[in-house]
Protein backbone atom coordinates (compact mmCIF):
# COMPACT_ATOMS: atom_id res chain seq x y z
CA UNK A 1 0.00 0.00 0.00
CA UNK A 2 1.21 3.12 -1.08
CA UNK A 3 0.00 6.47 1.49
CA UNK A 4 -0.23 10.30 0.83
CA UNK A 5 -0.66 13.25 2.80
CA UNK A 6 -4.39 14.60 3.01
CA UNK A 7 -3.69 17.73 1.52
CA UNK A 8 -0.99 20.15 2.81
CA UNK A 9 -1.85 18.69 6.32
CA UNK A 10 0.61 16.28 7.83
CA UNK A 11 -2.29 13.43 8.17
CA UNK A 12 -1.10 10.35 5.81
CA UNK A 13 -3.86 8.09 4.21
CA UNK A 14 -3.59 4.79 2.29
CA UNK A 15 -4.14 5.54 -1.68
CA UNK A 16 -6.73 2.74 -1.63
CA UNK A 17 -9.25 3.75 0.55
CA UNK A 18 -12.96 1.68 1.35
CA UNK A 19 -16.29 3.57 1.57
CA UNK A 20 -19.56 2.58 2.69
CA UNK A 21 -22.46 4.85 0.31
CA UNK A 22 -24.78 1.70 -0.51
CA UNK A 23 -23.21 -1.15 0.92
CA UNK A 24 -22.90 -1.44 4.30
CA UNK A 25 -25.34 -1.70 6.51
CA UNK A 26 -27.69 -1.30 3.71
CA UNK A 27 -27.20 -4.25 0.15
CA UNK A 28 -24.25 -6.82 1.75
CA UNK A 29 -25.22 -7.95 4.85
CA UNK A 30 -22.35 -7.82 7.84
CA UNK A 31 -20.86 -11.23 7.21
CA UNK A 32 -19.57 -10.52 4.14
CA UNK A 33 -18.75 -6.23 4.92
CA UNK A 34 -16.67 -7.83 8.05
CA UNK A 35 -14.78 -9.86 5.23
CA UNK A 36 -14.05 -6.56 3.05
CA UNK A 37 -13.02 -4.27 6.09
CA UNK A 38 -10.50 -7.09 7.05
CA UNK A 39 -9.17 -7.71 3.69
CA UNK A 40 -8.79 -4.25 3.63
CA UNK A 41 -7.04 -3.87 6.73
CA UNK A 42 -4.53 -6.52 5.68
CA UNK A 43 -3.97 -4.82 2.68
CA UNK A 44 -2.40 -1.68 4.70
CA UNK A 45 -6.10 0.20 4.31
CA UNK A 46 -6.40 2.84 6.59
CA UNK A 47 -8.91 5.32 5.57
CA UNK A 48 -12.61 4.11 5.81
CA UNK A 49 -15.04 6.68 4.84
CA UNK A 50 -18.70 7.34 5.49
CA UNK A 51 -21.70 9.06 6.46
CA UNK A 52 -24.56 9.77 8.90
CA UNK A 53 -26.95 9.38 6.61
CA UNK A 54 -25.90 6.51 4.61
CA UNK A 55 -28.51 3.98 5.61
CA UNK A 56 -30.08 6.19 7.74
CA UNK A 57 -26.94 5.41 10.78
CA UNK A 58 -26.67 2.03 9.69
CA UNK A 59 -22.99 2.57 7.58
CA UNK A 60 -21.99 3.99 10.56
CA UNK A 61 -22.74 1.85 12.94
CA UNK A 62 -21.65 -1.14 10.81
CA UNK A 63 -18.17 0.26 10.98
CA UNK A 64 -18.29 0.85 14.46
CA UNK A 65 -18.86 -2.72 15.48
CA UNK A 66 -16.20 -3.90 11.67
CA UNK A 67 -13.74 -1.57 13.30
CA UNK A 68 -13.83 -2.92 16.94
CA UNK A 69 -10.84 -4.15 17.98
CA UNK A 70 -8.64 -2.25 15.39
CA UNK A 71 -6.26 0.20 17.24
CA UNK A 72 -7.61 3.33 17.02
CA UNK A 73 -4.12 4.93 15.87
CA UNK A 74 -3.82 2.42 12.95
CA UNK A 75 -6.94 3.36 11.25
CA UNK A 76 -8.38 7.50 9.50
CA UNK A 77 -12.11 7.62 10.36
CA UNK A 78 -13.99 9.60 8.01
CA UNK A 79 -17.19 10.63 8.24
CA UNK A 80 -20.13 13.42 6.99
CA UNK A 81 -23.21 15.85 7.89
CA UNK A 82 -25.21 17.54 6.08
CA UNK A 83 -28.00 15.02 5.26
CA UNK A 84 -31.56 14.60 6.54
CA UNK A 85 -31.63 12.42 9.67
CA UNK A 86 -35.03 12.98 10.48
CA UNK A 87 -38.61 14.57 10.17
CA UNK A 88 -37.60 17.35 12.79
CA UNK A 89 -36.77 20.34 11.14
CA UNK A 90 -33.31 21.16 12.28
CA UNK A 91 -31.97 17.46 11.85
CA UNK A 92 -30.17 18.77 8.15
CA UNK A 93 -28.36 21.04 7.06
CA UNK A 94 -24.91 22.79 7.96
CA UNK A 95 -26.17 24.45 11.07
CA UNK A 96 -24.03 24.72 14.15
CA UNK A 97 -26.88 22.90 16.00
CA UNK A 98 -27.01 20.34 13.19
CA UNK A 99 -23.47 19.79 13.40
CA UNK A 100 -22.54 19.55 16.91
CA UNK A 101 -25.65 17.20 17.26
CA UNK A 102 -24.96 15.15 14.41
CA UNK A 103 -20.57 14.33 15.57
CA UNK A 104 -21.96 13.49 18.78
CA UNK A 105 -24.43 11.14 17.23
CA UNK A 106 -21.98 9.54 15.04
CA UNK A 107 -18.69 9.36 17.26
CA UNK A 108 -21.44 6.78 19.58
CA UNK A 109 -22.85 4.97 16.44
CA UNK A 110 -18.95 4.22 15.28
CA UNK A 111 -17.76 3.87 18.95
CA UNK A 112 -14.80 6.14 18.73
CA UNK A 113 -14.00 9.34 21.01
CA UNK A 114 -12.88 11.50 18.16
CA UNK A 115 -13.39 11.04 14.46
CA UNK A 116 -9.94 12.20 12.09
CA UNK A 117 -11.99 13.75 9.40
CA UNK A 118 -15.42 15.36 9.53
CA UNK A 119 -16.81 16.51 6.13
CA UNK A 120 -19.79 18.45 5.05
CA UNK A 121 -21.58 16.33 2.77
CA UNK A 122 -22.81 19.32 0.24
CA UNK A 123 -22.54 22.88 1.17
CA UNK A 124 -25.54 24.55 2.48
CA UNK A 125 -26.59 27.81 1.47
CA UNK A 126 -28.85 28.75 3.59
CA UNK A 127 -25.96 28.66 6.72
CA UNK A 128 -23.53 31.19 6.70
CA UNK A 129 -19.83 29.94 6.16
CA UNK A 130 -18.83 31.67 9.29
CA UNK A 131 -21.44 29.48 11.12
CA UNK A 132 -20.25 26.30 9.84
CA UNK A 133 -16.13 27.20 10.04
CA UNK A 134 -16.49 28.10 14.15
CA UNK A 135 -18.47 25.14 14.64
CA UNK A 136 -15.67 22.95 13.13
CA UNK A 137 -13.02 24.47 14.77
CA UNK A 138 -14.95 24.34 18.30
CA UNK A 139 -15.03 20.83 17.49
CA UNK A 140 -11.08 20.25 16.85
CA UNK A 141 -11.07 22.28 19.93
CA UNK A 142 -13.10 19.72 21.85
CA UNK A 143 -10.54 17.38 20.81
CA UNK A 144 -14.06 15.47 18.73
CA UNK A 145 -12.42 15.66 15.49
CA UNK A 146 -8.74 16.25 14.12
CA UNK A 147 -9.61 17.82 10.88
CA UNK A 148 -12.71 19.07 8.86
CA UNK A 149 -13.11 18.76 4.89
CA UNK A 150 -15.79 18.90 2.61
CA UNK A 151 -17.96 16.94 0.07
CA UNK A 152 -18.84 17.94 -3.57
CA UNK A 153 -18.06 21.86 -2.93
CA UNK A 154 -17.25 24.09 -6.27
CA UNK A 155 -14.20 26.05 -6.49
CA UNK A 156 -15.79 29.27 -5.33
CA UNK A 157 -17.28 27.85 -2.15
CA UNK A 158 -14.01 26.53 -1.20
CA UNK A 159 -12.22 29.72 -1.81
CA UNK A 160 -14.97 31.02 0.83
CA UNK A 161 -14.07 28.40 3.43
CA UNK A 162 -10.49 29.07 3.38
CA UNK A 163 -10.99 32.77 3.42
CA UNK A 164 -13.73 32.76 6.11
CA UNK A 165 -11.32 30.21 7.81
CA UNK A 166 -7.83 32.76 7.71
CA UNK A 167 -9.94 35.42 9.03
CA UNK A 168 -11.41 34.02 12.22
CA UNK A 169 -8.05 32.13 12.65
CA UNK A 170 -9.47 28.76 12.42
CA UNK A 171 -8.35 25.54 10.45
CA UNK A 172 -8.81 25.24 6.97
CA UNK A 173 -10.95 22.82 5.55
CA UNK A 174 -7.94 19.89 4.45
CA UNK A 175 -10.17 17.19 1.97
CA UNK A 176 -12.61 18.07 -0.60
CA UNK A 177 -14.39 14.44 -1.51
CA UNK A 178 -15.99 14.62 -5.32
CA UNK A 179 -16.86 12.32 -7.56
CA UNK A 180 -14.09 11.59 -10.37
CA UNK A 181 -13.05 8.84 -12.79
CA UNK A 182 -12.08 7.97 -16.23
CA UNK A 183 -16.14 8.99 -16.93
CA UNK A 184 -16.68 11.75 -14.74
CA UNK A 185 -13.84 14.62 -14.75
CA UNK A 186 -15.89 17.05 -14.14
CA UNK A 187 -13.38 18.67 -11.24
CA UNK A 188 -10.32 18.73 -13.65
CA UNK A 189 -11.47 22.30 -15.19
CA UNK A 190 -11.20 24.18 -11.68
CA UNK A 191 -11.86 22.13 -8.46
CA UNK A 192 -8.37 20.61 -8.64
CA UNK A 193 -6.46 23.68 -9.74
CA UNK A 194 -8.25 25.46 -6.67
CA UNK A 195 -7.71 23.22 -4.30
CA UNK A 196 -4.36 23.11 -5.22
CA UNK A 197 -3.52 26.17 -4.35
CA UNK A 198 -5.87 26.21 -1.26
CA UNK A 199 -3.99 22.82 0.01
CA UNK A 200 -6.93 20.65 -0.25
CA UNK A 201 -6.66 17.38 -0.93
CA UNK A 202 -9.38 15.59 -2.90
CA UNK A 203 -10.35 11.79 -1.62
CA UNK A 204 -12.69 11.15 -4.72
CA UNK A 205 -15.68 8.56 -4.86
CA UNK A 206 -16.66 6.29 -7.43
CA UNK A 207 -13.48 5.78 -8.98
CA UNK A 208 -14.86 2.62 -10.75
CA UNK A 209 -18.18 4.68 -11.83
CA UNK A 210 -20.07 2.41 -9.39
CA UNK A 211 -17.98 -0.98 -11.59
CA UNK A 212 -18.92 -0.06 -15.00
CA UNK A 213 -15.20 0.62 -15.09
CA UNK A 214 -14.65 -2.95 -14.04
CA UNK A 215 -15.88 -4.06 -17.63
CA UNK A 216 -18.49 -6.39 -15.77
CA UNK A 217 -21.08 -5.15 -17.88
CA UNK A 218 -19.51 -5.22 -21.50
CA UNK A 219 -21.26 -8.22 -23.02
CA UNK A 220 -24.43 -7.15 -23.03
CA UNK A 221 -25.79 -9.34 -20.21
CA UNK A 222 -26.02 -8.11 -16.20
CA UNK A 223 -25.05 -10.52 -13.69
CA UNK A 224 -27.17 -10.67 -11.25
CA UNK A 225 -24.93 -10.15 -8.18
CA UNK A 226 -23.92 -6.97 -9.98
CA UNK A 227 -25.04 -3.60 -8.36
CA UNK A 228 -26.62 -3.00 -11.65
CA UNK A 229 -28.68 -5.64 -11.03
CA UNK A 230 -30.07 -4.67 -7.52
CA UNK A 231 -32.28 -1.67 -7.39
CA UNK A 232 -30.94 -0.70 -3.88
CA UNK A 233 -27.40 0.23 -5.32
CA UNK A 234 -27.81 0.76 -9.11
CA UNK A 235 -30.28 4.36 -9.34
CA UNK A 236 -26.92 6.43 -9.38
CA UNK A 237 -25.64 4.77 -12.03
CA UNK A 238 -27.84 3.82 -15.17
CA UNK A 239 -27.25 6.91 -17.01
CA UNK A 240 -23.48 6.39 -17.00
CA UNK A 241 -24.20 2.63 -19.02
CA UNK A 242 -24.41 4.48 -22.28
CA UNK A 243 -23.35 2.81 -25.87
CA UNK A 244 -20.94 5.30 -25.76
CA UNK A 245 -19.09 4.74 -22.51
CA UNK A 246 -19.28 0.64 -22.91
CA UNK A 247 -17.51 1.47 -26.18
CA UNK A 248 -14.83 3.61 -24.32
CA UNK A 249 -14.42 0.84 -21.35
CA UNK A 250 -14.12 -2.11 -23.99
CA UNK A 251 -11.06 -0.03 -25.62
CA UNK A 252 -9.95 0.78 -22.06
CA UNK A 253 -9.92 -3.22 -21.15
CA UNK A 254 -8.04 -4.11 -23.70
CA UNK A 255 -5.44 -1.64 -23.08
CA UNK A 256 -5.21 -2.92 -19.41
CA UNK A 257 -5.15 -6.34 -20.91
CA UNK A 258 -1.65 -5.10 -23.17
CA UNK A 259 -0.54 -3.45 -19.81
CA UNK A 260 -1.10 -6.80 -18.04
CA UNK A 261 -2.84 -5.59 -15.40
CA UNK A 262 -6.82 -5.15 -14.30
CA UNK A 263 -9.25 -2.74 -15.73
CA UNK A 264 -10.09 -1.85 -12.55
CA UNK A 265 -6.38 -1.29 -11.29
CA UNK A 266 -5.38 0.74 -14.64
CA UNK A 267 -9.15 3.07 -13.54
CA UNK A 268 -7.99 3.63 -10.24
CA UNK A 269 -4.32 4.30 -10.88
CA UNK A 270 -5.70 7.07 -13.75
CA UNK A 271 -6.92 8.87 -10.89
CA UNK A 272 -4.06 8.82 -8.92
CA UNK A 273 -1.93 10.00 -11.24
CA UNK A 274 -1.83 13.29 -10.17
CA UNK A 275 -0.90 14.19 -6.45
CA UNK A 276 -3.79 15.91 -6.43
CA UNK A 277 -5.87 12.91 -5.98
CA UNK A 278 -4.78 11.69 -1.67
CA UNK A 279 -6.87 8.43 -2.04
CA UNK A 280 -9.41 6.66 -4.12
CA UNK A 281 -12.41 5.83 -2.33
CA UNK A 282 -13.25 2.21 -3.33
CA UNK A 283 -16.81 0.15 -2.91
CA UNK A 284 -16.64 -3.47 -2.28
CA UNK A 285 -19.14 -6.58 -1.88
CA UNK A 286 -16.78 -8.95 -1.72
CA UNK A 287 -13.20 -9.08 -0.67
CA UNK A 288 -11.59 -10.29 -3.36
CA UNK A 289 -12.77 -6.98 -5.05
CA UNK A 290 -10.65 -5.43 -2.14
CA UNK A 291 -7.85 -7.08 -2.73
CA UNK A 292 -8.28 -6.40 -6.48
CA UNK A 293 -8.67 -2.64 -5.93
CA UNK A 294 -5.62 -2.56 -3.49
CA UNK A 295 -3.44 -3.56 -6.52
CA UNK A 296 -3.37 -0.11 -8.17
CA UNK A 297 -1.70 1.15 -5.34
CA UNK A 298 1.43 -0.19 -7.01
CA UNK A 299 0.44 0.30 -10.33
CA UNK A 300 1.91 3.29 -12.09
CA UNK A 301 0.40 4.40 -15.60
CA UNK A 302 3.40 5.44 -18.61
CA UNK A 303 3.36 8.40 -20.34
CA UNK A 304 2.86 6.46 -23.48
CA UNK A 305 -0.57 4.62 -21.41
CA UNK A 306 -1.39 7.81 -19.94
CA UNK A 307 -1.43 9.34 -23.54
CA UNK A 308 -3.33 6.33 -25.24
CA UNK A 309 -6.06 6.81 -22.27
CA UNK A 310 -6.54 9.94 -23.70
CA UNK A 311 -7.46 9.18 -26.52
CA UNK A 312 -9.49 6.47 -26.25
CA UNK A 313 -11.59 8.93 -23.72
CA UNK A 314 -11.55 11.35 -26.83
CA UNK A 315 -13.05 9.05 -29.20
CA UNK A 316 -16.54 9.88 -29.83
Not at 228 to 244: G, P, S
Request: with cysteine; aromatic share 6%; hydrophobic share 40%.
Amino acid sequence: MKYRRLGECGLKVSTISLGSWLTYGNAVDDAAGRECVRAALDAGVNFFDTADVYAKGAAESFLGKALAGVRRSEIVLGTKVFGRMSDEVNDAGLSRKHIMESCEASLRRLKVDYLDLYQCHRHDPETPMTEVVRAMDDLIRQGKILYWGVSCWDAETLREACETADRLLAPRPISNQPQYSLLQRDIEEDVIPASSDLGIGQVVFSPLAQGILTGKYLNGAIPADSRLANDKLNKFMKDRVTDENLTRVKALGELASELGTPLCCLALAWCLRTEAVSSVITGATKPEQVRANCLAADLELSDEALAQIQTILETK
